[in-house]
Nanobody, 125 residues
């Protein structure tokens, strides 16, 4: 299977920057799309940004031009540089893998929808 661990959250003032990191571990053969989602208190979890193995990116309108997603396929890692942070960016940020192939019992298997434990981002003065 696949395990995801995020890091890099914290408290930052409006206009500041943070960089989130997420590493995937396990007997991974390949990962399709990696992404970041967020969930504010009382709100539904929402997509922030995704990136394919080939580097194609997709951003939510609310973060376009301020956030940059990237990945290192060799390390099975995904990152998100967040600049010009606003109070409305405050949320728990979750790393996601939508599909991965991994070794299990001598065979390559496919698993879907893996999530990290989340990292808190708070933007406040």
């Amino acid at each position: 299977q696949v395990q995801l661990v995020e890091s890099g959250g914290g408290l930052v003032q409006p206009g500041g920057s943070l960089r989130l990191s997420c590493g995937a571990s396990g007997a991974i053969v390949s990962i399709n799309v990696m992404g970041w989602y967020r969930q504010a208190p009382g709100m539904e979890r929402e997509l922030v940004a995704t990136i394919t193995a080939g580097g194609l990116t997709n951003y939510a309108d609310a973060v376009e031009g301020r956030f940059t997603i990237s990945r290192d396929n060799a390390k099975n890692a995904v990152y998100m540089q967040m600049n010009s942070l606003k109070p409305e960016d405050t949320a728990v940020y979750y790393c996601n893998v939508n599909r991965a192939q991994f070794l299990s019992g001598g065979s390559v298997r496919t698993g879907y929808s893996y999530w990290g434990q989340g990292t808190q981002v708070t933007v406040s003065s």
